[in-house]
Protein backbone atom coordinates (compact mmCIF):
# COMPACT_ATOMS: atom_id res chain seq x y z
CA UNK A 1 0.00 0.00 0.00
CA UNK A 2 1.35 3.49 -0.61
CA UNK A 3 2.28 5.68 1.96
CA UNK A 4 0.09 8.82 2.39
CA UNK A 5 1.62 12.03 3.52
CA UNK A 6 0.52 14.56 5.87
CA UNK A 7 -1.80 17.18 4.14
CA UNK A 8 1.10 20.33 3.80
CA UNK A 9 -0.70 23.01 5.96
CA UNK A 10 0.50 26.69 4.16
CA UNK A 11 2.08 28.69 6.40
CA UNK A 12 -0.01 31.79 7.11
CA UNK A 13 1.26 34.94 5.33
CA UNK A 14 1.89 37.74 7.76
CA UNK A 15 2.30 41.63 6.94
CA UNK A 16 3.54 43.61 10.12
CA UNK A 17 2.64 47.98 9.29
CA UNK A 18 4.32 50.18 11.34
CA UNK A 19 7.65 49.22 11.90
CA UNK A 20 8.72 51.08 15.28
CA UNK A 21 9.69 50.15 19.06
CA UNK A 22 6.87 47.65 19.12
CA UNK A 23 6.86 46.36 16.10
CA UNK A 24 9.85 43.99 17.06
CA UNK A 25 7.77 42.33 19.73
CA UNK A 26 5.75 40.86 16.75
CA UNK A 27 8.70 40.60 14.43
CA UNK A 28 10.56 38.20 17.01
CA UNK A 29 6.82 36.49 17.70
CA UNK A 30 6.14 35.62 14.35
CA UNK A 31 9.36 34.74 13.44
CA UNK A 32 9.61 31.65 16.24
CA UNK A 33 5.75 30.82 15.33
CA UNK A 34 5.67 27.44 13.78
CA UNK A 35 2.69 28.08 10.96
CA UNK A 36 3.15 31.52 10.26
CA UNK A 37 5.78 33.48 7.70
CA UNK A 38 6.50 37.07 7.80
CA UNK A 39 5.79 37.78 3.94
CA UNK A 40 6.03 41.76 4.39
CA UNK A 41 6.09 44.80 6.44
CA UNK A 42 5.68 48.46 5.55
CA UNK A 43 6.46 51.54 7.48
CA UNK A 44 6.20 55.64 6.36
CA UNK A 45 9.46 55.85 6.82
CA UNK A 46 10.57 52.95 4.02
CA UNK A 47 14.36 52.85 5.56
CA UNK A 48 12.87 51.70 8.81
CA UNK A 49 10.96 49.31 6.84
CA UNK A 50 13.87 47.95 4.76
CA UNK A 51 16.27 48.24 8.36
CA UNK A 52 12.95 45.98 9.81
CA UNK A 53 12.60 43.58 7.11
CA UNK A 54 16.52 42.79 7.05
CA UNK A 55 16.67 42.23 10.79
CA UNK A 56 13.71 39.64 10.96
CA UNK A 57 13.90 38.29 7.45
CA UNK A 58 10.67 39.45 6.37
CA UNK A 59 10.15 38.78 2.66
CA UNK A 60 9.66 42.64 1.29
CA UNK A 61 9.83 46.23 2.69
CA UNK A 62 7.20 48.74 1.85
CA UNK A 63 7.06 52.75 2.33
CA UNK A 64 2.96 52.55 2.54
CA UNK A 65 -0.12 50.46 3.40
CA UNK A 66 -1.60 50.50 -0.20
CA UNK A 67 1.94 49.44 -1.67
CA UNK A 68 2.29 46.70 0.62
CA UNK A 69 -1.26 45.73 -0.22
CA UNK A 70 -0.96 46.23 -3.52
CA UNK A 71 2.35 43.90 -4.24
CA UNK A 72 1.61 41.26 -1.15
CA UNK A 73 -1.38 38.59 -1.04
CA UNK A 74 -1.43 38.60 2.88
CA UNK A 75 -3.69 35.99 4.56
CA UNK A 76 -2.88 38.28 7.90
CA UNK A 77 -1.47 41.95 8.93
CA UNK A 78 -0.50 43.35 12.05
CA UNK A 79 -1.00 47.10 12.40
CA UNK A 80 2.00 48.40 15.22
CA UNK A 81 1.16 51.55 14.25
CA UNK A 82 -0.12 54.65 16.44
CA UNK A 83 -3.94 54.66 17.49
CA UNK A 84 -4.97 57.84 15.05
CA UNK A 85 -4.23 55.56 11.88
CA UNK A 86 -5.99 52.43 13.29
CA UNK A 87 -9.62 52.84 11.95
CA UNK A 88 -8.38 53.86 8.53
CA UNK A 89 -5.63 50.89 8.19
CA UNK A 90 -7.96 48.01 8.97
CA UNK A 91 -10.80 49.76 6.48
CA UNK A 92 -7.81 49.55 3.93
CA UNK A 93 -6.70 46.35 4.86
CA UNK A 94 -10.74 44.63 4.80
CA UNK A 95 -10.63 46.67 1.33
CA UNK A 96 -7.81 44.55 -0.32
CA UNK A 97 -9.68 41.22 1.34
CA UNK A 98 -7.32 40.74 4.43
CA UNK A 99 -9.52 38.06 6.43
CA UNK A 100 -7.56 38.61 9.54
CA UNK A 101 -6.27 42.23 11.44
CA UNK A 102 -4.03 42.13 15.03
CA UNK A 103 -4.72 45.46 15.93
CA UNK A 104 -2.53 47.07 18.56
CA UNK A 105 -4.01 48.80 21.59
CA UNK A 106 -6.30 51.08 21.39
CA UNK A 107 -8.50 49.65 18.25
CA UNK A 108 -9.10 53.39 17.81
CA UNK A 109 -10.04 56.46 18.98
CA UNK A 110 -14.22 56.61 19.05
CA UNK A 111 -16.56 54.22 20.03
CA UNK A 112 -17.84 55.85 16.54
CA UNK A 113 -14.75 54.61 14.70
CA UNK A 114 -14.91 51.05 17.05
CA UNK A 115 -18.65 50.56 15.94
CA UNK A 116 -17.82 51.48 12.31
CA UNK A 117 -14.92 48.97 12.04
CA UNK A 118 -17.33 46.02 13.47
CA UNK A 119 -20.17 46.81 10.99
CA UNK A 120 -16.84 46.62 7.94
CA UNK A 121 -15.64 43.70 9.60
CA UNK A 122 -18.90 41.69 9.56
CA UNK A 123 -19.69 42.67 6.33
CA UNK A 124 -16.44 41.84 4.84
CA UNK A 125 -16.57 38.38 6.81
CA UNK A 126 -13.14 39.10 8.13
CA UNK A 127 -11.75 38.97 12.20
CA UNK A 128 -10.71 41.93 13.61
CA UNK A 129 -8.70 41.34 16.96
CA UNK A 130 -7.37 43.91 19.20
CA UNK A 131 -3.76 42.77 20.18
CA UNK A 132 -4.50 43.33 24.31
CA UNK A 133 -1.49 41.10 25.20
CA UNK A 134 -2.22 41.26 29.27
CA UNK A 135 -5.29 39.11 28.64
CA UNK A 136 -3.46 35.83 27.52
CA UNK A 137 -0.70 35.87 30.14
CA UNK A 138 -1.39 32.89 32.75
CA UNK A 139 -1.69 34.72 35.83
CA UNK A 140 -4.64 36.55 34.22
CA UNK A 141 -5.91 32.77 33.71
CA UNK A 142 -5.50 31.85 37.15
CA UNK A 143 -7.44 35.11 38.13
CA UNK A 144 -10.52 33.79 36.54
CA UNK A 145 -10.48 30.49 37.68
CA UNK A 146 -10.45 31.64 41.00
CA UNK A 147 -13.16 34.23 40.37
CA UNK A 148 -15.19 31.64 38.10
CA UNK A 149 -15.01 28.81 40.87
CA UNK A 150 -17.26 30.74 43.40
CA UNK A 151 -15.01 30.33 45.96
CA UNK A 152 -14.71 34.43 46.57
CA UNK A 153 -18.46 35.00 45.80
CA UNK A 154 -19.92 38.04 43.57
CA UNK A 155 -17.68 40.85 42.44
CA UNK A 156 -18.04 43.95 44.88
CA UNK A 157 -15.77 46.65 42.99
CA UNK A 158 -12.59 46.45 40.66
CA UNK A 159 -9.34 48.73 41.06
CA UNK A 160 -6.76 49.24 37.81
CA UNK A 161 -3.81 50.93 37.82
CA UNK A 162 -1.15 52.12 35.11
CA UNK A 163 0.57 54.52 36.32
CA UNK A 164 4.31 55.97 35.93
CA UNK A 165 5.98 58.89 36.51
CA UNK A 166 6.94 59.84 32.58
CA UNK A 167 7.66 63.66 32.15
CA UNK A 168 5.87 65.91 29.52
CA UNK A 169 8.91 66.99 27.55
CA UNK A 170 10.97 64.54 25.71
CA UNK A 171 14.20 63.51 26.88
CA UNK A 172 16.74 65.52 25.51
CA UNK A 173 18.61 64.02 22.09
CA UNK A 174 15.83 61.78 21.63
CA UNK A 175 13.09 61.67 19.05
CA UNK A 176 9.41 62.75 21.18
CA UNK A 177 7.68 59.42 21.64
CA UNK A 178 4.05 59.49 19.92
CA UNK A 179 2.51 59.18 23.59
CA UNK A 180 3.23 63.05 23.92
CA UNK A 181 1.70 63.61 20.25
CA UNK A 182 -2.32 64.42 20.62
CA UNK A 183 -2.08 64.16 16.35
CA UNK A 184 -1.04 60.24 16.82
CA UNK A 185 -3.33 59.56 19.18
CA UNK A 186 -1.04 60.26 22.04
CA UNK A 187 -2.20 60.85 26.06
CA UNK A 188 -3.06 57.93 28.46
CA UNK A 189 -6.70 57.86 27.47
CA UNK A 190 -5.85 55.56 24.34
CA UNK A 191 -2.93 54.13 25.38
CA UNK A 192 -2.19 53.40 29.24
CA UNK A 193 -6.48 53.74 30.30
CA UNK A 194 -6.75 51.17 27.90
CA UNK A 195 -5.81 48.42 29.68
CA UNK A 196 -7.79 49.70 32.91
CA UNK A 197 -10.71 49.75 31.08
CA UNK A 198 -10.65 46.38 29.10
CA UNK A 199 -9.58 44.76 32.62
CA UNK A 200 -12.97 46.17 34.41
CA UNK A 201 -15.61 45.90 31.41
CA UNK A 202 -14.33 42.11 30.89
CA UNK A 203 -14.48 41.66 34.65
CA UNK A 204 -17.10 43.24 36.05
CA UNK A 205 -19.41 41.34 34.06
CA UNK A 206 -22.11 44.43 33.12
CA UNK A 207 -22.08 47.11 31.24
CA UNK A 208 -21.11 50.08 31.88
CA UNK A 209 -23.93 52.90 32.74
CA UNK A 210 -22.10 55.87 34.64
CA UNK A 211 -19.20 57.64 34.52
CA UNK A 212 -17.50 60.18 36.74
CA UNK A 213 -13.67 60.95 35.74
CA UNK A 214 -11.36 63.36 36.63
CA UNK A 215 -7.97 64.67 34.75
CA UNK A 216 -4.77 66.67 33.30
CA UNK A 217 -3.01 68.06 30.28
CA UNK A 218 0.25 68.16 30.05
CA UNK A 219 1.09 71.86 29.68
CA UNK A 220 3.45 71.31 26.81
CA UNK A 221 2.42 68.45 25.18
CA UNK A 222 -1.46 69.02 25.27
CA UNK A 223 -2.09 65.45 25.26
CA UNK A 224 -4.03 63.92 28.42
CA UNK A 225 -1.44 63.04 31.00
CA UNK A 226 -4.06 61.51 33.90
CA UNK A 227 -7.39 60.39 33.83
CA UNK A 228 -9.58 59.15 37.31
CA UNK A 229 -12.70 57.08 36.78
CA UNK A 230 -15.36 55.73 38.61
CA UNK A 231 -17.77 53.32 36.82
CA UNK A 232 -21.14 51.98 37.55
CA UNK A 233 -22.11 48.59 36.04
CA UNK A 234 -25.35 47.44 35.40
CA UNK A 235 -25.26 44.51 37.91
CA UNK A 236 -24.07 46.91 41.10
CA UNK A 237 -20.46 46.35 40.55
CA UNK A 238 -18.14 49.69 40.65
CA UNK A 239 -14.59 50.17 39.02
CA UNK A 240 -11.95 52.76 40.31
CA UNK A 241 -9.31 53.25 37.40
CA UNK A 242 -6.04 55.32 37.73
CA UNK A 243 -3.78 56.36 34.57
CA UNK A 244 -1.54 58.69 35.25
CA UNK A 245 2.16 59.92 34.05
CA UNK A 246 2.57 62.08 37.00
CA UNK A 247 2.17 59.51 39.72
CA UNK A 248 4.67 57.44 40.70
CA UNK A 249 4.66 53.58 39.11
CA UNK A 250 1.85 50.79 39.83
CA UNK A 251 0.28 48.76 37.06
CA UNK A 252 -2.08 46.99 39.72
CA UNK A 253 -5.57 44.75 39.35
CA UNK A 254 -7.30 44.26 42.27
CA UNK A 255 -10.88 42.61 42.86
CA UNK A 256 -12.49 42.86 45.63
CA UNK A 257 -15.07 39.73 46.27
CA UNK A 258 -17.56 39.20 48.98
CA UNK A 259 -14.93 36.50 50.22
CA UNK A 260 -11.57 38.06 49.36
CA UNK A 261 -9.82 40.53 47.54
CA UNK A 262 -7.32 39.42 44.64
CA UNK A 263 -4.58 41.13 44.07
CA UNK A 264 -2.18 41.46 41.38
CA UNK A 265 0.80 43.88 41.73
CA UNK A 266 1.54 44.05 38.29
CA UNK A 267 -0.93 42.82 35.60
CA UNK A 268 -0.47 44.60 32.26
CA UNK A 269 3.36 44.48 30.93
CA UNK A 270 4.47 41.27 33.01
CA UNK A 271 7.62 40.17 31.82
CA UNK A 272 8.89 37.77 34.65
CA UNK A 273 7.22 35.74 37.34
CA UNK A 274 4.62 37.17 39.07
CA UNK A 275 2.39 36.60 42.84
CA UNK A 276 -1.39 36.89 42.37
CA UNK A 277 -2.64 36.81 45.96
CA UNK A 278 -6.01 36.70 47.58
CA UNK A 279 -6.30 38.48 51.18
CA UNK A 280 -8.84 36.95 53.36
CA UNK A 281 -10.09 38.24 56.92
CA UNK A 282 -9.61 35.14 59.56
CA UNK A 283 -12.63 34.69 61.95
CA UNK A 284 -10.53 36.31 64.49
CA UNK A 285 -12.02 39.91 64.16
CA UNK A 286 -8.04 41.77 63.32
CA UNK A 287 -6.33 38.78 61.21
CA UNK A 288 -5.40 38.31 57.05
CA UNK A 289 -4.54 35.75 55.99
CA UNK A 290 -3.21 35.78 52.38
CA UNK A 291 -2.97 32.84 49.63
CA UNK A 292 -0.52 33.63 47.12
CA UNK A 293 -0.65 31.67 43.99
CA UNK A 294 2.93 31.99 42.28
CA UNK A 295 2.67 32.28 38.25
CA UNK A 296 5.41 31.30 36.69
CA UNK A 297 6.31 33.52 33.51
CA UNK A 298 5.19 33.14 29.96
CA UNK A 299 5.45 35.46 26.58
CA UNK A 300 2.34 37.04 26.30
CA UNK A 301 2.68 38.14 23.14
CA UNK A 302 3.77 34.63 21.56
CA UNK A 303 0.49 33.31 23.10
CA UNK A 304 -1.64 36.23 21.55
CA UNK A 305 0.19 35.30 18.23
CA UNK A 306 -0.79 31.11 18.88
CA UNK A 307 -4.56 32.22 19.44
CA UNK A 308 -4.68 34.65 16.50
CA UNK A 309 -3.24 31.71 14.48
CA UNK A 310 -5.58 29.60 15.92
CA UNK A 311 -8.62 31.86 14.74
CA UNK A 312 -6.96 32.44 11.13
CA UNK A 313 -7.16 28.13 10.90
CA UNK A 314 -10.93 28.25 11.99
CA UNK A 315 -10.04 26.63 15.24
CA UNK A 316 -11.73 29.18 17.81
CA UNK A 317 -13.28 32.31 18.29
CA UNK A 318 -11.81 35.85 19.11
CA UNK A 319 -10.85 35.62 22.93
CA UNK A 320 -11.14 39.28 22.76
CA UNK A 321 -14.88 39.99 20.75
CA UNK A 322 -14.43 42.87 18.81
CA UNK A 323 -17.81 43.62 20.42
CA UNK A 324 -15.78 43.68 23.74
CA UNK A 325 -13.01 46.74 22.32
CA UNK A 326 -16.21 49.24 21.18
CA UNK A 327 -17.46 48.97 24.66
CA UNK A 328 -14.56 49.53 25.62
CA UNK A 329 -14.25 52.84 22.96
CA UNK A 330 -17.21 54.14 23.94
CA UNK A 331 -16.01 53.86 27.88
CA UNK A 332 -12.87 55.83 26.94
CA UNK A 333 -15.15 58.50 25.15
CA UNK A 334 -17.63 58.94 28.32
CA UNK A 335 -14.45 59.37 30.73
CA UNK A 336 -12.97 61.50 28.24
CA UNK A 337 -16.91 63.14 28.22
CA UNK A 338 -16.94 63.82 32.47
CA UNK A 339 -13.53 64.84 32.67
CA UNK A 340 -14.23 67.77 29.94
CA UNK A 341 -16.86 68.52 31.61
CA UNK A 342 -16.76 67.55 35.34
CA UNK A 343 -19.75 65.84 35.74
CA UNK A 344 -21.29 62.04 35.62
CA UNK A 345 -21.84 60.42 32.15
CA UNK A 346 -25.18 58.42 32.05
CA UNK A 347 -25.37 57.37 28.48
CA UNK A 348 -22.50 55.22 27.73
CA UNK A 349 -23.39 52.67 25.13
CA UNK A 350 -25.84 53.58 22.39
CA UNK A 351 -28.71 50.76 22.49
CA UNK A 352 -28.10 48.48 20.06
CA UNK A 353 -24.19 48.03 21.55
CA UNK A 354 -25.05 47.22 24.96
CA UNK A 355 -28.16 44.94 23.70
CA UNK A 356 -25.53 43.39 21.78
CA UNK A 357 -22.89 43.07 24.43
CA UNK A 358 -25.47 41.77 27.59
CA UNK A 359 -26.62 38.63 24.76
CA UNK A 360 -23.08 38.11 23.86
CA UNK A 361 -21.42 37.58 27.54
CA UNK A 362 -22.78 35.73 31.10
CA UNK A 363 -23.68 38.89 32.87
CA UNK A 364 -22.70 38.30 36.76
CA UNK A 365 -25.25 38.01 39.54
CA UNK A 366 -27.21 41.92 40.03
CA UNK A 367 -26.27 42.91 43.67
CA UNK A 368 -29.26 42.88 45.62
N1 LIG B 1 1.01 45.75 23.80
C1 LIG B 1 2.06 46.41 24.22
O1 LIG B 1 2.74 46.03 25.18
C2 LIG B 1 2.49 47.66 23.48
C3 LIG B 1 3.70 48.28 23.81
C4 LIG B 1 4.09 49.40 23.09
C5 LIG B 1 3.27 49.89 22.06
N2 LIG B 1 2.10 49.26 21.78
C6 LIG B 1 1.22 49.76 20.70
O2 LIG B 1 1.90 49.62 19.45
C7 LIG B 1 1.59 50.72 18.58
C8 LIG B 1 2.88 51.37 18.13
O3 LIG B 1 3.59 51.87 19.24
P1 LIG B 1 5.18 52.09 19.18
O4 LIG B 1 5.57 52.46 20.56
O5 LIG B 1 5.83 50.97 18.49
O6 LIG B 1 5.25 53.40 18.27
P2 LIG B 1 6.48 53.87 17.34
O7 LIG B 1 6.31 55.32 17.10
O8 LIG B 1 7.77 53.39 17.90
O9 LIG B 1 6.23 53.06 15.98
C9 LIG B 1 5.13 53.29 15.15
C10 LIG B 1 5.61 53.18 13.72
O10 LIG B 1 4.46 53.28 12.86
C11 LIG B 1 4.85 54.04 11.72
N3 LIG B 1 3.63 54.57 11.12
C12 LIG B 1 2.78 55.46 11.63
N4 LIG B 1 1.75 55.68 10.79
C13 LIG B 1 1.97 54.88 9.72
C14 LIG B 1 1.26 54.65 8.51
N5 LIG B 1 0.10 55.26 8.24
N6 LIG B 1 1.77 53.79 7.61
C15 LIG B 1 2.94 53.15 7.88
N7 LIG B 1 3.66 53.33 9.00
C16 LIG B 1 3.17 54.18 9.92
C17 LIG B 1 5.79 55.09 12.26
O11 LIG B 1 6.62 55.64 11.25
C18 LIG B 1 6.57 54.30 13.31
O12 LIG B 1 7.74 53.73 12.76
C19 LIG B 1 0.65 51.62 19.38
O13 LIG B 1 -0.69 51.33 19.04
C20 LIG B 1 0.91 51.24 20.83
O14 LIG B 1 -0.22 51.44 21.67
C21 LIG B 1 1.70 48.15 22.45
Redesign the pocket.
Known amino acids: MKATSPPTIRPVKVGV???????H?HGRVVSDAPGAVLAAC????AA??ADWAARWHCGASF???SDMLTATDLDAVI????????A??IAACLNRGVKYIL????LCLSGEEASSILEQSRSAGAVVLE????RYHPAIGRLEELLASGSLGRIDSIRAVFSNFEPDSPTPGKTK???LKAE??GGVS??WM?YCVNAANYLAGGVPTRVFASGTRGSESGVVTSLFAQIEYSNGVTASLESSRNGSFSQLLSVCTEGGRLNLPVA??IFGDVTLSVERRKPEWDYIVTERFPITHRNP?ALQFAHFLEVAAGQGTPRIPLIESVVNAYTIDAILSSARAHEAVAQILPENISAERISAQPMRKEHP
Open positions: LGCGAHAIADIDKAGSLLATWPVGHAECEKAAVMYDWRCGHDSWGF
